[in-house]
């Protein structure tokens, strides 16, 4: 079985990792962290990089880091994963969705004057699959109605967009680079991974202090177990951060591998009929976290039935997201009561991803673009 994801880990992790556990340091403290934390966000072009536990966290942090009151709104898209709504949710605050652009999957900008009320307070982009959201227009729509950004960026390490376009502050900068807060996965299947880990990013040095606070209990400045507020354990381990350093040390590569895997299977299935592919805009260069394909209705599949055909193949592949919007837990909370969003609706039910990661080789993507080629007739 060819498998959707492998991590792909070497010498150097274990050099890290063995230096942890040979020196004690396996805790939240450790020079790993820092220096993790530090390249991480020198990477993305930031002040400050705040490492946690996991990319849910790191939004729940965020959204909290802007004092969100109760029956504030977030505006977010409904095609992702429920972390993004749950962070809201955290808070007593309203997650306001909306639908996904047809092709590059990410949140539907134009849906976005038609959700403000007086109430929204801030918006979340997600960077779908690694490709990146058109953020000119999202930081235009944010600056005209004060809203913050809490970006998403678990999905798209090293992913590239083409900022300020047409202007003399045109230049291609990283996913991650634009939110008040940024946030970032760094679970087994993200092109870096910590095994579970998650990072926010700040240009305000006020707002990394209080997020590294708040993930460490937020004990007392002066007397250490005497708390002004309620924190969370939050904390990523020197252990994991060693994984990351050892793998931000070849990071150019492994954004270069995967958007070789992407550009491999354009290659192979470009012009298959029934089957749509990722795009990539002009002003984009994804990193193909995983590479999606929507099925045409008029295939007679839906994506169960093809990844069921798929894996009798020796392929295995994951359905694509299935939105907020239609999450029976929250509809059961009285939430997006008869809301349909049709782009997202369609996705879920037609799209899944295939094999992706580090380790795949030419051959792999052979052989399931062979089986792929197979079931979709
Ligand atoms: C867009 C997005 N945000 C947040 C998360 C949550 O990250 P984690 O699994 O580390 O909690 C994920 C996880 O895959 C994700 O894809």
Redesign the pocket.
Known sequence: MIPVNTPLLGARELELVSECVRDGWISSVGKFITQFEEGWARYCERKAGVAVA??????ELALKCLDLAPGDEVILPSF??M??ALAVLRHGAVPVVVDADPETWCMDLDALESRLTPKTRAIMP???YGHPVDMDRVTAFAAAHRLAIVE????AHGALYLAARGTDDERWRKAGSFGDVS?F???A??PVTTG???MLLFDDDRLALRARSLRNLAFGALRRFEHEELGYNYRMTNLQAALGVAQLERIDAIVAKKRQVGHGYRERLEGLPGVQLPVERPWAKSVY?MYGLVLDEATGLDATRCAARLKERGVETRPFFHGIHAQPVLKARGLFRDLRLPVTERLSRQGLYLPSGLTLAERDLDQVVAALREVVR
């Not at 996991?54 to 939004?59: K, W």
């Not at 998403?152 to 999905?155: G, I, M």
């Open positions: 996991n990319g849910t966290v790191a939004l992702t994963i972390s993004c997600v960077h779908i998403d960026a678990a999905e946030c996965s760094f679970y299947n993200k579970e880990g998650g976290w």
